[in-house]
C-alpha cells in the first residue's frame, strides 16, 4: 500500500515511467487480495484499509456485486485468436464476468449468451483519505485524471473476447447446432460484442455452415487492437441453428436485425446505423444476400406455382411464408462483404453422404418467424400444394445448385445504393475460373458487379487468413471514406 501511494504522489507531479510501473505493480498485488476468495468486495476492500467506489455502473449497467468474477487480463489465454493488443497506462486491466440469464429472463435482448465479459480496469485511487477502489470501462473512459494530470489508462484489448470464447459454447457446438438445432435456441440471435453506441457503425459478423460466431475469433481481435477500428465501429454477431434451410435463418436475420435497428432508433440518430457492414461466410453470406435484395415475387415462385391466397393454409403459415418468401430487403446495410459464399449452391451438396447427413438433421417441429409461428409440417404441405412434391427443410437439401431459390436470388436485384465485395478462396492453386476453396467453387462465390474482388491463398475456412483480415480491413478503411 505504501509503494502505491508512493508512486501515486510521484505521478501527481510529472510523468514517470518507474513509478508507474512501480504502482501498478504494487496495485496488482493487492488486487488479488481483493479478487480471491468469496466475492464480499466490502468486507475484503475494508479488510485492506480502503474502500469501494460504487458511483457509477461498469459502462453496461451492471454493478460491481452483479459480476461473478474478477480476472486479470494477463492470466487470460489468447490460444487461437492471435497476437494480444493492449494499451500502456495505470492501472490491472482485469475482465469482469457476468453469467448470461437464458431466455426470457435474458437481461437484455442483444446480450451475448452464456455470459458477458466485460473490459475494466482496477485503480486504487488515493486522492482521497481513504484509497478507493475504482473499475473503469476503457472503452469510454481511456484516461484517469491523477491531482491536475490526465494520464492513460491500462487496458487490454483482447483478453474479454478471449475468455468469452472460453466461457461460451458457441464455438463448441457446431456440429450439435447443425444437427440438434432445437437444443441451441438459447444461442440463437443476433448480440452486442460491446455496449451499443449511437456513434459507431455496425460490424455484422455472419457465420456459415457447421460453424459459429467463434470462426471470426482471429479477424475480430485483430480488428478491436486497432484504435480508428474502435473509434468508429462497433461488432454484432448473428449464430443461428445451422441445421435449418437457409431461407428460413435468412428470415430470421431479417427480424432481428429490424428489431435492433427499432432499439437503436430509441437510443438516438440512425445516422451510423443505416451505415452498415454486414459480413457473410459460406451459408452466411447466402443468408446476408437474400435479406439485401429484392426478390418481389420471384422467390415464392420458385416454390409456389399458386399464388398464396389460393393455398388452403391457416393465417399463420400464410404469415410465416410470407416473412420468408415475399418480404422487402433489409434497409440498414449500405456495404457487404461475402466470403465464400455459394450464391449457386455447392456441387457437394449432392453426394450421397451429405444426403445422408441430411437425413438425420432433427428440424424443429415448430418454427417462429417474424412474430408468426408454423410447423414444419403446415410449411412442407404448403409448398407441395405450390408445386414441389419434397420440399428441403434442411441446410443440407438447400446446398445444391439445382435449388430453384437460388436462382430467384441472383435474378433479384440488390437494393440500391448497397456497395458489396467478394472474398473467395482458390487453396492457393491459381486456378482462375476453375479454383475451388474445397467446398465451394468460383463460378459459385463469383459476383457481377462487385466492388472488388480478392482472391486468397486459403480454403473455405479462410475467416482467419492474414490475407482475408487485411482485405476486410482494407474495406472497412475504404467505408470510412466513402459509406
Known amino acids: 500500500m505504501s509503494q502505491a501511494r508512493t508512486a501515486w504522489e510521484v505521478m501527481k507531479r510529472r510523468p514517470s515511467p518507474q513509478a508507474r510501473a512501480q504502482y501498478n505493480l504494487a496495485t496488482s498485488r493487492l488486487f488479488d487480495q481483493l479478487r480471491c476468495g468469496p466475492t464480499d468486495w466490502t468486507g475484503k476492500a475494508a479488510a485492506m484499509g480502503t474502500q469501494i467506489d460504487r458511483s457509477r455502473t461498469l459502462g453496461t449497467g451492471l454493478e460491481l456485486e452483479d459480476l461473478d468474477a474478477l480476472i486479470p487480463a494477463s492470466l487470460v489465454s489468447l490460444k487461437g485468436i492471435g497476437e494480444r493488443h493492449t494499451d500502456a497506462g495505470i492501472g490491472i486491466p482485469v475482465v469482469g464476468w457476468k453469467t448470461a440469464l437464458t431466455g426470457s ?162 437510443k438516438g440518430s440512425l445516422k451510423n446505423w443505416d451505415k452498415m457492414v454486414v459480413v457473410g461466410h459460406s451459408m452466411g453470406g447466402v443468408i446476408s444476400r437474400a435479406s439485401l435484395v429484392d426478390p418481389g415475387e420471384r422467390f415464392y415462385k420458385a416454390s409456389y406455382s399458386k399464388p398464396i391466397n389460393e393455398l388452403s393454409i391457416s393465417s399463420s403459415t400464410r404469415s410465416a411464408i410470407e416473412s420468408v418468401r415475399l418480404y422487402q430487403p433489409l434497409e440498414s446495410p449500405s456495404r457487404a462483404i461475402f466470403m465464400a459464399a455459394p450464391h449457386r449452391g455447392s456441387p457437394l451438396a449432392d453426394r450421397r453422404l451429405v444426403h445422408w447427413m441430411s437425413s438425420i438433421v432433427r428440424l424443429p417441429k ?76 468460383y463460378w459459385s462465390s463469383q459476383l457481377v458487379g462487385a466492388r472488388s474482388e480478392k482472391v486468397i491463398p486459403a480454403g473455405h475456412s479462410l475467416c482467419s487468413h492474414p490475407e482475408t483480415i487485411a482485405e476486410v480491413t482494407r474495406i472497412l478503411k475504404l467505408h470510412l471514406e466513402k459509406p
Do not use: C
Open 105 to 266: 429472463k435474458r437481461r437484455f435482448k442483444f446480450a451475448p449468451p452464456t455470459g458477458i465479459p466485460l473490459n475494466l480496469t482496477a485503480l486504487l485511487d488515493f486522492s482521497r483519505e481513504i484509497p478507493t477502489w475504482r473499475f473503469i470501462y476503457g472503452g469510454r473512459a481511456p484516461q484517469f485524471e491523477i491531482g491536475q494530470r490526465k494520464v492513460p489508462v491500462a487496458i487490454d484489448w483482447s483478453a474479454p473476447a478471449a475468455l468469452y470464447w472460453q466461457m461460451s459454447d458457441l464455438d463448441d457446438v457446431d456440429l450439435l447446432k447443425l444437427f440438434l438445432p432445437t437444443r441451441f435456441t438459447d444461442h440463437a440471435g443476433l448480440f452486442f460484442a460491446t455496449p451499443y453506441s449511437e456513434k459507431k457503425i455496425p460490424v455484422v459478423l455472419v457465420h456459415g455452415l457447421n460453424s459459429s460466431p467463434g470462426t471470426y475469433k482471429a479477424l475480430y481481435n485483430d480488428l478491436i487492437g486497432k484504435d480508428w477500428f474502435r473509434e468508429k465501429y462497433q461488432v454484432l454477431f448473428f449464430s443461428y441453428p445451422t441445421g435449418i434451410a437457409w431461407p428460413y435463418n435468412a428470415a430470421e436475420f431479417r427480424r432481428q436485425l429490424r428489431q435492433a435497428r427499432d432499439y437503436a432508433s430509441k
Open 366 to 441: 415448430v418454427l417462429t418467424i417474424d412474430f408468426a409461428t408454423a410447423t414444419l409440417e403446415e410449411i412442407s404441405k404448403a409448398i407441395q400444394q405450390g408445386g414441389q412434391t419434397r420440399p428441403p427443410l434442411t441446410s443440407f437439401g438447400t446446398l445444391t445448385p439445382k435449388y430453384r431459390p437460388y436462382g430467384a436470388i441472383n435474378n433479384s436485384p440488390f437494393r440500391p445504393k448497397l456497395t458489396y465485395h467478394s472474398v473467395i478462396g482458390d487453396r492457393g492453386k491459381g486456378d482462375g475460373v476453375e479454383s475451388t476453396d474445397g467446398i465451394v467453387p
